[in-house]
Nanobody, 119 residues
Framework: QVQLVESGGGLVQAGGSLRLSCAAS????????MGWFRQAPGREREFVARINWSGSNPYYVDSVKGRFTISRDNAKNTVYLQMNSLKPEDTAVYYCAANSPTTGQYDYWGQGTQVTVSS
C-alpha cells in the first residue's frame, strides 16, 4: 500500500518555474515506478511524465519535453516534478501516481495540487 501527498503547486506567471513534490508512505515506494498526471478544467486527465524505480529512464509527454524534469529520491520517499518555462496551457491539477507492485498499473493516487500559470 502506498499513500501519496503532493505539494508545491501555486500561481506563477508564464515563463516561471515551480517544483512539485510527492511524498510517499509505504515500504514499497523504492521498488515501484512513479508518474505525474494533470487534469485541466473540462479536459480528461493526461499523462505528463514517469520514472522507474531506480530513477532512470524518465519519459515525458511531448508537450513538456525540455521544460519539465521528473526525479526521485528514494531515501526521502519523494518524487519531484521540476517545471520550467511554464505556459498558460500547463494550468491544471497535477497528480502523482504510483504503480502497484502486483498489477503494474497506476493504482495509487495523490489528492492533487493546483498549478495556475497566468499570461
Amino acid at each position: 500500500q502506498v499513500q501519496l501527498v503532493e505539494s508545491g503547486g501555486g500561481l506563477v506567471q508564464a515563463g516561471g518555474s515551480l517544483r512539485l513534490s510527492c511524498a510517499a508512505s509505504g515500504r514499497t515506494f523504492s521498488s515501484v515506478g512513479m508518474g505525474w498526471f494533470r487534469q485541466a478544467p473540462g479536459r480528461e486527465r493526461e499523462f505528463v511524465a514517469r520514472i522507474n524505480w531506480s530513477g532512470s529512464n524518465p519519459y515525458y509527454v511531448d508537450s513538456v519535453k525540455g521544460r519539465f524534469t521528473i526525479s526521485r529520491d528514494n531515501a526521502k520517499n519523494t518524487v519531484y516534478l521540476q517545471m520550467n518555462s511554464l505556459k498558460p496551457e500547463d494550468t491544471a491539477v497535477y497528480y502523482c501516481a504510483a504503480n502497484s507492485p502486483t498489477t503494474g498499473q497506476y493504482d495509487y493516487w495523490g489528492q492533487g495540487t493546483q498549478v495556475t500559470v497566468s499570461s
